[in-house]
């Protein structure tokens, strides 16, 4: 089954603590994302991943990381930095046909602060 | 920046009634827009999308969208809708190498 998986569905985090949002594709995607949603203000982008080993700050950057060792992997780690990290984080990766694009998105996690 | 306006955050609608969400963007080319909807507790599922061509988009569950230049806008529509259509339903434009998101809107059926 081709897809996305994010990892683990719900995720609690103590103070100070730092956690990390596991994303997988099998779909040969290059360009992977990650989203914060939080209630009414729609979705807003984390960090990005045009290719391996390369990745570019979005709008909402500060108190996350990233890494980009491997096609199928975009892990998230939110840092004792992000004060107000209780959201659900959505993880999305893009097929490219010439310069269309198309972003597909996995299921989500739910971080919750203790 | 681009930016996505969907004007109604909340819509309540009878079963079996028609369907109309609205979104406007800012873009001063040709956009690329898509429509995504999303269960509670779900990801975001792909609905249609529009690059070129024909104006009426159509999508997955029964959904068409119409890209109106004039307008600046993609308003997605549904003849007749269905318990299951209850979720949230997002507008969204490419602008470079992202996308940008509407906030959202929220629809309700009622039987």
């Known amino acids: 089954d081709g897809g996305i998986t994010q990892s683990p569905k719900y995720l609690f985090r103590k103070e100070g603590q730092n956690v990390t949002l596991s994303c997988e594709q099998n779909?040969?995607?290059?360009?992977m994302y990650w989203y914060r949603q939080d209630p009414g203000q729609g979705l807003r982008l984390i960090y990005y991943?045009?290719?391996?080993?390369?990745?570019q700050k979005g709008d909402i950057a500060e108190g996350y990381s990233v890494s980009r060792e491997k096609k199928e992997s975009f892990p998230l780690t939110v840092t004792s930095a992000q004060k107000n990290p209780t959201a659900f984080y959505l993880c999305?990766?893009?097929?490219?046909?010439?310069?269309?694009?198309?972003?597909?998105f996995g299921p989500g996690t739910r971080l919750l602060v203790l | 920046a681009q930016s996505v306006t969907q004007p109604d955050i909340h819509i309540t609608v009878s079963e079996g009634a028609s369907l109309e969400l609205r979104c406007n963007y800012s873009y001063g080319a040709t956009p690329y827009l898509f429509w995504y909807v999303q269960s509670p507790g779900q990801g975001l599922q792909l609905l249609l999308k529009y690059f070129s061509g024909d104006t009426l988009v159509q999508g997955i569950k029964g959904f068409e969208a119409e890209f109106k230049r004039s307008q600046s806008s993609f308003n997605l529509r549904k003849p007749s809708v269905h318990w299951s259509d209850a979720a949230e339903y997002f507008c969204?434009?490419?602008?470079?190498?992202?996308?940008?998101f509407g906030a959202g809107t929220i629809l309700r059926v009622k039987s």
């Open positions: 991943s045009q290719i391996v080993n390369d990745f």
């Open positions: 969204a434009v490419v602008e470079g190498n992202k996308l940008v």
């Open positions: 779909l040969n995607h290059d360009a």
């Open positions: 999305a990766s893009t097929q490219r046909t010439g310069d269309q694009e198309t972003q597909y």
